[in-house]
Every structure is written in C-alpha cells, then in structure tokens.
Antibody, heavy 126, light 107 residues
Framework: QVQLVQSGAEVKKPGASVKVSCKASGYTFTSYAMHWVRQAPGQRLEWMGWINAGNGNTKYSQKFQGRVTITRDTSASTAYMELSSLRSEDTAVYYC???????????????????WGQGTMVTVSS | AIRMTQSPSSLSASTGDRVTITCRASQGISSYLAWYQQKPGKAPKLLIYAASTLQSGVPSRFSGSGSGTDFTLTISCLQSEDFATYYCQQYYSYPLTFGQGTKVEIK
C-alpha cells in the first residue's frame, strides 16, 4: 500500500542540525512532489517547503530559507529534510506529505496532501 | 502570506449532533482549500479538497462548501470516531498555510 515511513525521534542541542528521512513505497516516487510540514506542541501545522521528486527542484518557506534543505535519493525512494542552526522553537513533530493533484478526466480538480508520514519528533534542548 | 482563521477554536458536541466549522482566508483563494482531520499523536488525514470534494473513503456525513474567502466543514451526524481536531489549508499561493485548528470534543 501507499505509505511514507519516517526516521525516528531526535534530540539535538541548540545550534546543531537534524536530518529527517521519509521513505516512500507503493507508488512511483519520482511522479509526485514531497512536502515537509511541522507542528510545534499545541500549534497549527506549518509548511516548510517541497521538492519535485522527479527533477529535484525545491521551494522553501521564506521563514526557513537558509536553514532548511530538502533533498531526495530516487534510488532509495527517500526524501530528506535537513534543518540547521536549531533553536528551542524548532522543537516539533516534522511530517513529510505527498502532494497529489486530482483530475476529472483531463480537467484539474484540485490538490491536497493525500498521504502523510507518521511524523518525527525533534526535540531541541541544551 | 494568506492567513487562515478558523472558528470556533473548540466546541463540545454529542454523538448525533450536526457540527459546522468555519474557515476564513485573509484574501480570496477561489476553491483552493482542503480540510484535514487529526487525532492525538497521529498525522493529519485528508477529508476534502477543492473546498467541497470528498476524498475517497471519507464518510458522506462530511461535507464542505464555500469559495473566495469563506468556507465551512459540516459533519451531519457526529460519530464517536469524529472527535478530533480539524484544520483547513489553502493552496492558492505559497507559502501554503493552515488554520489554527478546531478541536471537536465530547460534551
């Protein structure tokens, strides 16, 4: 079945970097965009950026520009999100999510995050 | 960035009730809106896209409406498994943004 499996929880010190992986299965990895969304405790979901898994092009939220890098390994059907210069406010659950375009025949019918990883808890603490 | 504001932030309801959640965008987003359900400790689950199209496998008691700046998610007959937090999300422009969530609790 279609699923995204993320790497395990991480504990990091302020100033360090973290790299979270997201392994896709059950579909053609290079045919879809992969996004990263985070959720700090008790907070709303926050979009970080995305990668075109086919050609590797990326787009990042201005909030994280310069600190986040999203990459992919097509041979492993895996996307990665690396966040640097960590601070306590980066403590959150990080999700990968597949972006899906819906079509009605040849007519575009909408888009959404249709499949999500299970989430990776990243704790930043000294 | 487009600001998404949901109301109420939380509500208490009983099984069988009709529940309506609203989502307002800070600018027009046509119908580029999705709704998600999230249960504690779990990833969000897609319910509706394009403001009113039900995702495959989602029960028909869920429905969405609206366009432009004002949207609603309605649960026609609340079931026990529907107690969760609901988020709207716009995809009209980057950065993609979410509402703050509406927690549906048991009365």
């Amino acid at each position: 079945q279609v699923q995204l499996v993320q790497s395990g929880a991480e504990v990091k010190k302020p100033g360090a970097s973290v790299k979270v992986s997201c392994k896709a299965s059950g579909y053609t990895f290079t045919s879809y965009a992969m996004h990263w969304v985070r959720q700090a405790p008790g907070q709303r979901l926050e979009w970080m950026g995305w990668i075109n898994a086919g050609n590797g092009n990326t787009k990042y939220s201005q909030k994280f520009q310069g600190r986040v890098t999203i990459t992919r390994d097509t041979s492993a059907s895996t996307a990665y999100m690396e966040l640097s210069s960590l601070r306590s406010e980066d403590t959150a659950v990080y999700y990968c999510a597949r972006w899906f375009d819906f079509w009605s025949g040849s007519i575009y019918a909408g888009s959404a995050f249709d499949i999500w990883g299970q989430g990776t808890m990243v704790t930043v603490s000294s | 960035a487009i600001r998404m504001t949901q109301s109420p932030s939380s509500l208490s309801a009983s099984t069988g009730d009709r529940v309506t959640i609203t989502c307002r965008a800070s600018q027009g987003i046509s119908s580029y809106l999705a709704w998600y359900q999230q249960k504690p400790g779990k990833a969000p689950k897609l319910l509706i896209y394009a403001a009113s199209t039900l995702q495959s496998g989602v029960p028909s008691r869920f429905s969405g409406s609206g366009s432009g700046t004002d949207f609603t998610l309605t649960i026609s007959c609340l079931q026990s498994e529907d107690f969760a937090t609901y988020y709207c999300q716009q995809y009209y422009s980057y950065p993609l943004t979410f509402g703050q969530g509406t927690k549906v609790e048991i009365k």
